[in-house]
C-alpha cells in the first residue's frame, strides 16, 4: 500500500487500487484467523475447480532454489484413504474426507543440487511449505482440512508405490467441515517470539 494513500493524497484511481489491496490483505488475516483443524468431515464432494486452486496454490509456494522439491499424492478411493488411515493409526479424519493430499519430500530432486543437505533438509522443508499453502487455500475456498503427521511413512510409501527417495512428510485431508469450528487456544508470543 502506497504512502500517498495512507498520507490522503492520491488520485481517486489510485485509492480504488489501494483499497482492492486493502481489501485483500484483510481477506488473507480472515483466511489465517478462520483456519482450524477438522477432524469430521462431511461425504459432500469437493468440486474440481476448488481443488485445482488449492493444487495450483501448492504449485505456487516458495521452496529452496525454486526446485520445487517434492510431490503431492490426490488421494480419491475409499478404498485408498482406508489403507492410509490404517498407516496412520486409524485416524478417522482420513477416511471421511473425500480426498487426501499426501505431500512426500523429493530427496533425489533436491540432493542433485544440494547434496545431503538438500536431500534431509531442503526436501522436508519444500514438503512441508507445500503443505501448509494447501491448507490455506483450502481455508480460502471454503473447505476444512487437518495436518496428520502421525503415520507409518513405509507403510504410506507402500500404499502409494513412491520411489524410494520420495518420503511422505504430511497427509493432509480435506473437505466440507462436519458440525463446529473447534477453536484452540493458542501460546503466547512472549513463549515463542524472543528479539535477540
Not at 12 to 30: G, K, P, R, V
Not at 105 to 124: I, N, T, V, W
Not at 157 to 185: D, F, H, M, W
Amino acid at each position: 500500500m502506497s504512502t500517498a494513500f495512507l498520507a490522503g493524497k492520491c488520485t481517486a484511481a489510485d485509492t480504488h487500487i489501494n483499497l482492492i489491496l486493502l481489501i485483500l490483505i484483510m481477506q488473507f488475516y480472515e483466511v489465517l484467523e478462520k483456519r482450524h483443524s477438522c477432524r469430521e468431515f462431511s461425504d459432500k464432494p469437493i468440486e474440481p475447480e476448488k481443488l485445482q486452486n488449492i493444487l495450483n496454490t501448492v504449485a505456487s509456494c516458495p521452496t529452496a532454489g525454486n526446485l520445487q522439491a517434492y510431490k503431492v499424492y490426490v488421494v480419491r478411493s475409499k478404498e485408498t484413504r482406508e489403507a492410509l488411515a490404517q498407516a496412520a493409526l486409524g485416524q478417522n479424519p482420513v477416511i471421511q474426507a473425500p480426498i487426501v493430499l499426501v505431500f512426500c519430500a523429493d530427496k533425489d530432486h533436491s540432493g542433485k543440487k544440494y547434496g545431503e543437505r538438500g536431500e534431509e533438509l531442503y526436501a522436508l522443508q519444500d514438503a512441508t511449505i507445500a503443505a501448509s499453502y494447501s491448507q490455506l487455500a483450502a481455508e480460502a475456498e471454503g473447505l476444512s482440512s487437518v495436518w496428520v503427521g502421525a503415520f507409518e511413512p513405509l507403510e504410506v510409501s507402500y500404499i502409494l508405490k513412491t520411489e524410494a527417495a520420495v518420503v511422505p512428510i504430511a497427509l493432509i485431508p480435506i473437505g466440507y467441515r462436519n458440525g463446529p469450528v473447534r477453536v484452540t487456544q493458542r501460546r503466547p508470543l512472549e513463549e515463542i517470539v524472543k528479539e535477540v
